[in-house]
């Protein structure tokens, strides 16, 4: 069997992930994504349910509203997937 590792993110602001790439290892899509937050994350792997296929870290940002001065806190989130391929499947 191949597999391979699916990235999605979901910025704080938005209600759905999107899928940011396909990888071949985990190592490349944890690095893709510490790219994307512009910090280093923390994983944590085993979730949910301590499936060792999920990893899972957050961005933590901090910012202030432009109109009122007050400061804010907002969670990127950060998820990679091992997908399994099966190349039979299309096969006639």
Wanted: proline share 5%; charged share 25%; glycine share 8%.
């Amino acid at each position: 069997m191949n597999h391979v590792y699916v990235l999605e993110s979901r910025p704080d602001s938005d209600e759905h992930s999107s899928i940011d790439g396909v990888f071949t290892t985990r190592e490349a899509a944890r690095v893709y994504a510490e790219r994307m937050a512009g910090q280093s994350l923390e994983w944590h792997t085993g979730q949910p349910g301590n499936d060792p296929d999920h990893s899972l870290a957050h961005a933590i940002r901090d910012g202030v509203y432009p109109d009122t001065g007050e400061f804010f806190r907002y969670v990127d989130g950060y998820y990679i997937t091992r997908r399994t391929l099966n190349p039979t499947y299309l096969e006639d």
